[in-house]
């Protein structure tokens, strides 16, 4: 457990209460998406328990479902959501059309929904108009980010909802060698345009990668391994680089097209918005090959790691998918890319534990089973928990906050208390943040912790160790 010093005066108090407002919360969490095309899916509130009581701390959805928006209101989750292919013609061509569409279906649910970005359309530029060789018109996407970013700034939420637009890996000429990728030629004026916005606004590049497509489509050339994301024995780039499996070369294969165009002295994120392997549907697809993939995945996702082009620069990932989707079109796979089938059991065991996160009401999560219908709210039984991604060096200097000026008494949290195992910060920093809470009535503010506090109706205690509570 982390040390603390009482203060000798009340300066050293006021500096480390500001270093608390004043330090940016990091975090490393594991996204997911999140598809509704199904008839036998548990309602979105549902949904939003049981994402709490996971890893999950982002969420990807295909549309602005009000119902989705409110029942992931003031779960600490944070949502993107998505303007769909067919609305992007219009949003692009008025923009009071942007702003109606802002009013109605963004804002009633801010702040209390976590929307953090606006997805404009899906692989929009590599989408078919009804399954002929026409493509979608590829500058209304362009002036419909506009658009978006322009509303959004109006209300002054441009710098907290970010605009952007998911990809599929077709928009590139090739992918390998990574180092020599470039963007499709007829692509390259609205790429431009398009990576020039997201540099400027601070929104990431997102690209769809699945491995699966590529192995399933050339099972003779790729490794099954390398398609897994573990293949030790590495493919070797001309320029040097080593990969070790094929999702990191999709990226750096991204990342090149993007300095192609004359951005390599530009910050801009790439986030994987898409990636995930089918369980049913060919012989590629099966629950064996789709839990090592989405472990594996999930394993890359909380890594922080880069790539071998840009090993510092973190890629955030999503998974895709939440639900197998029964209404889903297109071959068997499609509909089968869930971990969790719509009655809430798992297609195939995949962790998804969170020690310390928020616990569930009426619905639950079990690793077992999956869904359930446990653990039942305790009427006005209400604790303080940690934010399970929650930045290492804010919840230390919680920690000594409340150990110490604070007046939390942290014994517990000692070695030999009931609360020392697990010796991990998060640990001790939820036991001390819940007694700061309870000792102070309880209010929403004493549980924010500069946004590292998560308020639960699930009782943390486990074992030994209790929880206080009023």
Known sequence: MGSYHPPLSIEPVVLLLLTLLMVPVSVTGVGINYGTLGNNLPSPKKVAQLLQSTLIDKVKIYDSNPEILQAFSNTAIDLIVSLENSRVANISSDISAAHSWLSTRILPFLPATSVVAIAVGNEYLTTTVDNNDDHLDANALFKAMQNLHSVLASHGLDRKIKVTTPHSMAVLASSFPPSSATFAMNLVPVMTDIVTFLADTGAPFMINAYPYFAYRDN????????????????????????????????????????????????????????????????????????????????????????????PKDRIEIFVFALFNENKKEGDESERN???????????????????????????????????????GVRGPSVWCVAKPHADDKVLQSVLD??????????????????????????????????????????????????????????????????????
């Open 219 to 310: 099972p003779t050339s790729v490794n099954l391994d390398y398609a897994l994301l573990g293949n030790a024995s590495g493919v070797h780039d001309p320029k040097g680089y080593v990969y070790s499996n094929m999702l990191d070369a999709q990226m750096d294969a991204v990342r090149s097209a993007i300095d192609a165009l004359g951005f390599g002295n530009r910050s801009l994120e790439i986030t994987v918005s898409e990636s995930g392997w089918p369980s049913k549907g060919d012989n590629a697809a099966t629950p064996q090959n789709a839990k090592i993939y989405n472990t594996r995945l999930i394993e890359r996702a909380q890594s922080n790691k880069g790539t071998p082009m840009k």
């Open 337 to 375: 890319f869930g971990i969790f089938n719509g009655d809430g059991s798992k297609v195939y065991e995949v962790d998804l534990s969170c020690e310390f996160c928020s616990g569930t009401t009426s619905f639950g999560f079990s690793e077992k089973n999956g869904l359930s219908g446990g653990g």
């Open 401 to 470: 906050f409340c150990c110490g000026p604070g007046g939390v008494d942290c014994r517990e949290v000692y070695e030999g208390g009931n609360c020392f195992q697990p010796n991990k910060l998060l640990a001790h920093a939820s036991f001390a943040m819940n007694a700061y809470y309870q000792m102070h009535g309880r209010n929403y503010w004493n549980c924010d912790f500069k946004g590292t506090g998560l308020v639960t109706f699930s009782d943390p205690s486990y074992g030994e160790c209790r929880y206080p509570q009023q």
